[in-house]
């Protein structure tokens, strides 16, 4: 073992600066600064190289997490990189976009003993950005191409890194995506102060070098159907996911004011973008400004939305959420940085009405909230939030945002007998193959709403299963 590791005693856990909050709320820039070179190589040198490395099993896409750490301390950062890329096609993203505190860090054996967990995130962070200045960053293509065409609906997560495998296994792979940008949430869902669109873009230029070819703008089941899509491929792939909004069920949920997350999240993006917004997309970031906006929900999507609210402008912006801050399901690291940028939390408070103002003219006024209380459920050890008798109040507000998750949209809209599961996802058999002969479906479409991170694990194994599924055909 390399006498540069272990030094977690000497050395504490450190990330990365921030940038000073009073800068960073006027822009939609990435928050956290580079380390420097000594910083990056004193922070990967703290690992403690264990025997069995709970951080890789932590890691949805088993990274190799001590090998990296281990050659990064000793400056072999090329060879840290191609560690790295060997199990994630995606680092630049998914070491921004992860939430480590729940996943790798969460169980570094230093975070349990009291020495503070190694900074996975922020250390792989800057390998790969470092690959891509370097221009170690390629994608994988074989010598010899196989005479198979296939065909990848949706360039989500799962969508790219399903194309990104496809293509080193020699397939000509095509991209099918509905919007004007490749990347699905990671262009369009999530804001760019926690990923900026360059670093996204950059990997789509990549990928389009090597080969992959991407189609904009096209709906599959609308634009194209299913069937014509079978008819020029030999294997399609379903890698969209979840975007349909849960609604409160309340009154008022149909006022002006009144948006969904993913509304105000691609609004803004597009703007990042420089791309043209629609009418409604306009008028949605002009409302934020001097606003007094609420965004319900405790997830990081809630998270997202307050502190884009709090740079489009907003005069006050507030998250309301029927748990306490020890139950809400949004990462550790994303509420900090929300605090950090003035945003205010309503703990244990769940609306049960959205109200107009006395004109009637249907605009928001106001929040009618129910106080909360937790009651500890013994089946999943999670805290219930039951209304307090008489504790009912109202709170002003002139935005409501809601953030409440996504589920499955109406898949038979690609074939009517596309078999579902009772959640309405796409049901597939063990190899990832759906009811449809010869087409695949990964991803949320599948799993439903979870992490990026969970989306490339199943994305890359299922790429296994196709390359398999294609060469026993033709056996």
């Given amino acids: 073992m390399s006498n540069s590791m272990m030094k977690f005693v000497s050395i504490g856990s450190k990330s990365s600066a921030k940038i000073e909050t009073s800068t960073r709320i006027k822009n939609f820039k990435e928050i956290y600064e580079h380390y420097t070179t000594v910083e990056l190589q004193e922070q990967a040198s703290r690992c403690e190289q264990c025997g069995v490395p709970f951080c890789q099993f932590g890691c949805p896409i088993q990274n190799n997490i001590p090998d990296w750490l281990n050659l990064i301390a000793e400056g072999s950062y090329k060879e840290a990189w191609s560690f790295l890329n060997a199990t994630s096609p995606l680092p630049e993203v998914c070491s921004r976009i992860c939430p480590q505190d729940r996943l790798c860090e969460k169980t570094c054996v230093l975070n349990s003993s009291g020495h ?5 995130g922020k250390i792989e962070k800057e390998l790969a950005d470092l690959a891509f200045k370097e221009g170690w960053v390629e994608i994988y293509t074989p010598n010899e191409k196989l005479n198979k065409k296939i065909a990848v609906v949706g360039s989500g997560p799962a969508g790219l890194a399903m194309a990104t495998y496809l293509h080193g296994f020699g397939y000509d792979v095509t991209i099918y995506e509905r919007s004007s940008h490749a990347g699905g949430l990671l262009t369009l869902g999530i804001p ?15 990928m389009e070098q090597a080969g992959i070819k991407f189609i904009y703008n096209t709906n599959i089941g609308k634009d194209i159907s299913l069937e014509k899509l079978q008819a020029d491929y030999d294997v399609c792939v379903l890698a969209c996911g979840v975007y349909k909004p849960y609604n409160l069920g309340i009154k008022g949920e149909d006022l002006n004011g009144v ?8 609004a803004q993006n597009l703007a990042d973008l420089k791309s043209e917004l629609s009418p409604k997309q306009s008028a949605i970031l002009k409302s934020l400004k001097n606003s007094n906006v609420a965004i319900i929900g405790g997830g990081d999507t809630a998270m997202d939305c307050v502190r884009t609210s709090i740079r489009a402008g907003a005069k006050k912006a507030s998250v309301i959420y029927r748990r306490d801050q020890d139950n809400m399901p949004g990462s550790k690291k994303e509420r900090e940085n929300a605090t950090e940028e003035n945003a205010d939390f309503i703990w244990l408070s769940s609306p049960i009405a959205i109200n107009s103002d006395d004109n009637d003219n249907k605009n928001v006024k106001s929040i009618t909230l129910q106080k909360m209380t937790l009651k500890k459920e013994s089946k999943n050890g999670r805290a219930k939030p039951i209304p307090m008798d008489g504790q009912i109040y109202d709170l002003p507000f002139d935005v409501v945002i809601l953030a409440l998750g996504f589920s499955a949209e109406d898949f038979k809209t690609f074939h009517n007998s596309l078999a579902l599961d009772k959640w309405n996802n796409i049901s597939v058999k063990e190899n990832g193959e759906t009811s449809i002969n010869n087409l695949f479906a990964v991803g949320d479409c ?29 056996s």
């Fill in 116 to 120: 503070g967990a190694v900074q996975i």
């Fill in 446 to 474: 599948v799993e439903g709403a979870s992490l990026a991170v969970k989306a490339i694990y199943n994305a890359r194994t299922v790429s296994y299963m196709i390359d398999d599924f294609i060469k026993n055909k033709q």
């Fill in 192 to 206: 760019s102060f926690k990923l900026e669109k360059d670093v996204i873009l950059k990997r789509i230029k990549l």
């Fill in 259 to 266: 948006y969904h997350a993913m509304d105000v999240l691609v």
